[in-house]
């Protein structure tokens, strides 16, 4: 449920369903499946969603879903494996769902469930982070992207566009089509990375609030999805208590957490006289362990997120000096100023972090914009399915 809406989700939930399900031979256990990502992704709802799914699709099953993981210490581990005994002796699958997997991942009852000997049990975690000595006895281990919504057309993505096309006729606005949403939807999945609370959080904004103010509500088609993406780079978009309600609900106070971090990986240190940038491997592994940084894409979890970071190193007190960018018609001018200014702080080890393939794109997402961000007083800085803008 998102306020009035209800979102089922039948794209991701028939995937996670049927991956699942899915066995490599007659007579060998299901795989043990444990899905993370960042809170305020769905992961409460798509544990609901694939618990009734899975009672449909598996008519031999008796599922159980657990709320939370803290509750695994008030089971009885003997009487735990009796019942899924029981259960194999009528010819019965039992399905464990453990959501908020991460709260309690020293519970005895993880060894019983996981232990590799029972062929009829299922069981699947959801979680933010990893589970230190858990998550490794997890048969499959997922990354956010699995549980998230995804750009582009899909079925869940046409669920939130047939739901803001139905809206949106209520509010008489014929200048907003079908086209329109979907593209506005689509960017905002991009800025959010389909993190669904920040995702459908951004979108009613831009569709009601924001479509219907005065300076904008004449506009229509790209015209409209242009200005909509300007505004989310806007200090007037930040400065709603929707997106300060997304920050708290997504970020949980990590942003602060996460902005020290992050200049600690990129803030060039003086060592023996030279100026060096320090490792970024104790920061990087916990961050990565949290879900706030994709080792994949070498990058922050999303667009949003880097966002934000900037925006705390722009207000934050740093020791070099801060530069006005000359207003002037040259584009070529400004380019130059913007890059040197970003190049200003980096050293040759920000181009060498990361898998091969992504390493510029490193380079430029993080390390440069962050010293654009940190010294230029005039320049705004906002990013967008991981590169910087």
Excluded at 90 to 105: F, Q, R, Y
Excluded at 187 to 202: D, K, M, P, R
Excluded at 227 to 245: I, N, Q, R, T
Aim: with cysteine; aromatic share 8%; proline share 3%.
């Amino acid at each position: 449920h998102f306020g009035r809406a209800r979102f089922l989700r039948n794209g991701v939930v028939d995937s996670l369903v049927n991956t699942i399900t899915k066995k490599a031979g007659l007579g060998v256990r299901y795989p043990s499946h444990y899905y993370r990502s960042l809170p305020g992704s769905g992961k409460t709802q798509l544990a609901n969603l694939v618990a009734v799914k899975l009672q449909e699709k598996l008519t031999n099953s008796e599922v159980f879903l657990v709320l939370n993981s803290s509750s695994l210490d008030k089971l009885d581990p003997q009487k735990v494996d009796e019942s899924i005994h029981r259960l194999y002796g009528l010819g019965k699958i039992a399905v464990i769902i453990v959501d908020e997997a991460h709260n309690n991942p020293k519970s005895a009852l993880w060894t019983n469930l996981l232990k590799p000997v029972d062929k009829n049990l299922i069981v699947i975690g959801f979680g933010v982070a990893r589970l230190e000595g858990v998550s490794d006895a997890f048969t499959e281990k997922h990354e956010a992207h699995e549980i998230c919504y995804s750009a582009g057309v899909n079925t869940d993505m046409q669920e939130v566009v047939d739901y803001w096309v139905s809206e949106v006729s209520k509010i008489d606005r014929g200048s907003i089509n079908r086209v329109t949403i979907a593209e506005i939807c689509n960017n905002v999945c991009e800025y959010t990375n389909g993190q669904a609370f920040a995702f459908l959080s951004i979108v009613e904004l831009l569709l009601t609030e924001h479509a219907c103010s005065v300076d904008v509500q004449d506009l229509k088609g790209d015209e409209l999805v242009k200005e909509c993406m300007h505004y989310m780079a806007s200090d007037s978009f930040y400065s709603k208590l929707v997106l300060k309600g997304v920050v708290s609900r997504c970020f949980r106070d990590k942003v602060t957490e996460l902005y020290q971090d992050f200049q600690n990986m990129l803030v060039p240190k003086a060592v023996g006289g030279l100026s060096v940038v320090t490792s970024m491997e104790p920061s990087l592994v916990k961050l990565t362990d949290l879900g706030f940084w994709s080792a994949e894409r070498n990058s922050f979890f999303s667009p949003l997120l880097l966002h934000e970071v900037l925006r705390k190193v722009k207000a934050a007190e740093l020791d070099q000096p801060r530069v006005m960018i000359e207003k002037t018609g040259d584009k070529q001018k400004i380019i130059k100023q913007l890059i040197l200014l970003g190049l200003s702080g980096m050293t040759e080890d920000n181009f060498f972090e990361g898998p091969l393939q992504s390493r510029l794109e490193g380079a430029i997402s993080n390390a440069w914009a962050f010293y654009i961000s940190a010294g230029a007083e005039n320049v705004s800085v906002a990013s967008r399915a991981g590169w910087t803008t």
